[in-house]
């Protein structure tokens, strides 16, 4: 028997059905429940009688209206903020650069993470380095009951702690001036509190291969030292550039112009992190991002891992931020299924100049493999304590979004800061701006096309998703529609950054909140069957129920349904739909 929800009462189904108030709480109509039995139909919507036996009562046209209807039933839709950004700011206005947040302290209690849901926050994470399991689960949870308690749809990243070789610690709890000249020991040596000239080096191996003469680079460039002696396993060392030691400091070995790049022994995923993934895995995380990955293989060795779990799929991010990981970008970018390019520690292991063009390449290339891409730290660092940014962060942001990035996020900004929601403003307000003026532009129109796909049904699927997009921007139709079950053709289609909105309509969870992270994929779930046109009319039925699309609005719909779903072959198309 098809259950009740409050789709079917407000399309005027006429039936009585067993439990049906349970059902109808479960799909928040919002009616006690106590077993008793509803009558429902256009007048008397929701009425509740006492103790009668039901049985499902359906007259032929309503038959037909619930048969078509019952594929909607476990459909959720948009979420509330991109539908509330869309019938405020109509389809071209709809931000499509996405915001991950950092979790932290500032940020955890259920109310503030609502908060930031509000604000735009399409993804939340948690960045494994700090804080204890009990408290990033009970983050977990809470943006779970969101999702399901308030209509969001917020992915969950977690980002591995990783073999952070090089963070020192002076001891104090907050920054020490370092003046010039003067000599400092750095050493493994484990001591509570703080000793005069004296870091503590969070690996033992610190100093392994460092010679009398080495550089050692503070956070980037905050301060900088020279070797003088090696005393065992410690450095001692004159600072030869003075500035500021931040507590957990990160630091780098330069000889001759260079890092000194090391073997050392520690592997990208340490137990440490294997034991945090699983956690993630058992808490239904959307994303692990990897931290210090320097070639494709922890991804690939994850990715295998993960292929074993009987779990939804879990999308595998790599950070770059090593020189190591530039040097095997191509590699690791296609065994990903997204990169974030982390500045932070990027801008400790590479010039702090090089840093603009890196990341517009790695941009480029992600875009070029089909990745998507997020831009990391320090977006609007001066935010952590004062409530505007600068003017250069906000140029810094902007030029992020003019690059076509996937996402822009957060760190300490949402984690400790005091202006978190506020932050998260300026980049939905920046992120708007620069759409425009892109729009404006034409400036998608200048993006570079690369051939990604080699065999004839990739490229099939390409092509299609290249036209489709193309026509969309000329003919000028208000959304995309695309059903896609693990998510390919959205992201074909979001990478030519096409002007309207990208709705993916999508039965698959993983994919639903996977695709998130893309630029301009606004995913809706929905039951898909082998019949595409059925899937088609569903789909648009769905939004126009919402009062998504309106009559008179155009739309282009792509459709992908896979060989072993389509009894016979696959297929695409695209269809021009004016919605009557
Ligand atoms: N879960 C957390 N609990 C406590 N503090 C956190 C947490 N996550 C982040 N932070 C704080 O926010 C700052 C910025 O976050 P992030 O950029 O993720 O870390 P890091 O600075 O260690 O690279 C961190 O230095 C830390 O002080
Ligand atoms: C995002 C980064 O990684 P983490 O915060 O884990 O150091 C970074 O280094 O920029
Ligand atoms: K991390
Ligand atoms: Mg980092």
Same mark, same amino acid.
């Given at each position: 028997?098809?259950?009740?929800?409050?789709?079917?009462?407000?399309?005027?189904?006429?039936?009585?059905?067993?439990?049906?108030?349970?059902?109808?709480?479960?799909?928040?109509?919002?009616?006690?429940?106590?077993?008793?039995?509803?009558?429902?139909?256009?007048?008397?919507?929701?009425?509740?009688?006492?103790?009668?036996?039901?049985?499902?009562?359906?007259?032929?046209?309503?038959?037909?209206?619930?048969?078509?209807?019952?594929?909607?039933?476990?459909?959720?839709?948009?979420?509330?903020?991109?539908?509330?950004?869309?019938?405020?700011?109509?389809?071209?206005?709809?931000?499509?650069?996405?915001?991950?947040?950092?979790?932290?302290?500032?940020?955890?209690?259920?109310?503030?993470?609502?908060?930031?849901?509000?604000?735009?926050?399409?993804?939340?994470?948690?960045?494994?380095?700090?804080?204890?399991?009990?408290?990033?689960?009970?983050?977990?949870?809470?943006?779970?009951?969101?999702?399901?308690?308030?209509?969001?749809?917020?992915?969950?990243?977690?980002?591995?702690?990783?073999?952070?070789?090089?963070?020192?610690?002076?001891?104090?709890?907050?920054?020490?001036?370092?003046?010039?000249?003067?000599?400092?020991?750095?050493?493994?040596?484990?001591?509570?509190?703080?000793?005069?000239?004296?870091?503590?080096?969070?690996?033992?191996?610190?100093?392994?291969?460092?010679?009398?003469?080495?550089?050692?680079?503070?956070?980037?460039?905050?301060?900088?030292?020279?070797?003088?002696?090696?005393?065992?396993?410690?450095?001692?060392?004159?600072?030869?550039?003075?500035?500021?030691?931040?507590?957990?400091?990160?630091?780098?070995?330069?000889?001759?112009?260079?890092?000194?790049?090391?073997?050392?022994?520690?592997?990208?995923?340490?137990?440490?992190?294997?034991?945090?993934?699983?956690?993630?895995?058992?808490?239904?995380?959307?994303?692990?991002?990897?931290?210090?990955?320097?070639?494709?293989?922890?991804?690939?060795?994850?990715?295998?891992?993960?292929?074993?779990?009987?779990?939804?799929?879990?999308?595998?991010?790599?950070?770059?931020?090593?020189?190591?990981?530039?040097?095997?970008?191509?590699?690791?970018?296609?065994?990903?299924?997204?990169?974030?390019?982390?500045?932070?520690?990027?801008?400790?292991?590479?010039?702090?100049?090089?840093?603009?063009?890196?990341?517009?390449?790695?941009?480029?290339?992600?875009?070029?493999?089909?990745?998507?891409?997020?831009?990391?730290?320090?977006?609007?660092?001066?935010?952590?304590?004062?409530?505007? *940014?600068? %003017?250069? $962060?906000?140029?810094?942001?902007? /030029? =992020?979004?003019?690059?076509?990035?996937?996402? #822009?996020?957060? @760190?300490?900004?949402?984690?400790?800061?005091?202006?978190?929601?506020?932050?998260?403003?300026?980049?939905?307000?920046?992120?708007?701006?620069?759409?425009?003026?892109?729009?404006?532009?034409?400036?998608?129109?200048?993006?570079?096309?690369?051939?990604?796909?080699?065999?004839?049904?990739?490229?099939?699927?390409?092509?299609?998703?290249?036209?489709?997009?193309?026509?969309?921007?000329?003919?000028?139709?208000?959304?995309?529609?695309?059903?896609?079950?693990?998510?390919?053709?959205?992201?074909?289609?979001?990478?030519?950054?096409?002007?309207?909105?990208?709705?993916?309509?999508?039965?698959?969870?993983?994919?639903?909140?996977?695709?998130?992270?893309?630029?301009?994929?606004? *995913?809706? %779930?929905? $039951?898909?069957?082998?019949?595409? /046109? =059925?899937?088609?009319?569903?789909?648009?039925? #769905?939004?126009? @129920?919402?009062?998504?699309?309106?009559?008179?609005?155009?739309?282009?719909?792509?459709?992908?349904?896979?060989?072993?779903?389509?009894?016979?072959?696959?297929?695409?198309?695209?269809?021009?739909?004016?919605?009557?």
């Amino acid at each position: 028997m098809a259950e009740v929800n409050a789709m079917m009462i407000r399309a005027g189904c006429n039936f009585v059905a067993k439990n049906p108030v349970l059902d109808l709480k479960r799909s928040g109509f919002g009616m006690p429940v106590f077993g008793r039995t509803v009558w429902c139909n256009r007048r008397t919507t929701g009425r509740v009688g006492n103790g009668v036996k039901a049985v499902m009562q359906v007259d032929l046209e309503d038959a037909e209206r619930l048969r078509r209807l019952e594929g909607l039933e476990a459909t959720l839709g948009l979420d509330i903020v991109a539908e509330r950004e869309l019938k405020e700011k109509g389809f071209l206005g709809m931000r499509k650069t996405k915001l991950v947040c950092t979790i932290g302290p500032a940020c955890s209690a259920i109310e503030d993470l609502e908060k930031l849901a509000l604000e735009g926050m399409n993804i939340a994470r948690l960045n494994m380095c700090h804080n204890s399991r009990e408290w990033h689960c009970d983050v977990i949870r809470k943006i779970k009951k969101l999702n399901e308690g308030k209509g969001f749809c917020i992915s969950v990243m977690i980002d591995t702690e990783g073999s952070q070789i090089h963070v020192v610690d002076h001891g104090a709890p907050s920054s020490i001036k370092v003046e010039d000249g003067s000599i400092w020991l750095f050493t493994a040596e484990k001591f509570e509190g703080s000793r005069p000239f004296t870091v503590q080096a969070s690996y033992e191996g610190f100093s392994e291969g460092i010679q009398v003469g080495d550089s050692i680079v503070i956070d980037g460039g905050m301060a900088t030292f020279e070797v003088i002696e090696k005393i065992g396993n410690d450095l001692s060392c004159r600072c030869t550039d003075p500035g500021l030691f931040l507590p957990r400091a990160k630091c780098s070995f330069w000889r001759d112009g260079r890092v000194v790049v090391r073997n050392h022994e520690s592997p990208t995923l340490s137990r440490k992190d294997w034991s945090d993934i699983e956690f993630g895995i058992a808490e239904g995380v959307d994303f692990i991002a990897l931290s210090f990955v320097n070639s494709a293989d922890p991804v690939k060795h994850l990715k295998n891992f993960l292929s074993t779990k009987p779990a939804k799929s879990v999308r595998v991010l790599a950070k770059i931020e090593s020189l190591e990981s530039l040097q095997n970008l191509e590699e690791i970018i296609e065994a990903s299924e997204g990169i974030m390019v982390a500045r932070g520690d990027l801008g400790v292991e590479i010039p702090l100049e090089q840093i603009p063009a890196v990341q517009e390449e790695i941009t480029s290339v992600c875009r070029e493999l089909n990745k998507p891409v997020i831009i990391a730290s320090q977006l609007l660092e001066s935010m952590v304590e004062y409530p505007t *940014p600068t %003017r250069a $962060e906000v140029a810094d942001v902007s /030029e =992020a979004v003019r690059q076509y990035a996937d996402a #822009l996020m957060l @760190s300490g900004e949402s984690a400790i800061g005091s202006y978190g929601q506020k932050a998260l403003s300026v980049l939905q307000m920046a992120s708007c701006r620069m759409e425009l003026w892109s729009r404006e532009e034409n400036r998608e129109n200048f993006l570079p096309h690369y051939q990604l796909g080699v065999s004839l049904h990739d490229r099939i699927a390409e092509e299609i998703c290249n036209s489709a997009a193309e026509l969309a921007n000329r003919l000028s139709v208000d959304a995309i529609f695309v059903l896609t079950t693990q998510g390919h053709m959205a992201s074909l289609l979001s990478r030519n950054r096409p002007r309207p909105p990208i709705f993916a309509l999508t039965d698959d969870d993983s994919t639903r909140m996977a695709l998130n992270l893309q630029w301009g994929v606004f *995913p809706l %779930r929905i $039951e898909l069957s082998e019949d595409i /046109e =059925a899937n088609i009319w569903r789909g648009i039925e #769905l939004v126009k @129920s919402k009062g998504l699309v309106k009559q008179g609005d155009s739309v282009l719909v792509v459709s992908e349904i896979s060989p072993a779903r389509a009894a016979s072959m696959a297929s695409q198309s695209i269809q021009l739909k004016t919605i009557v």
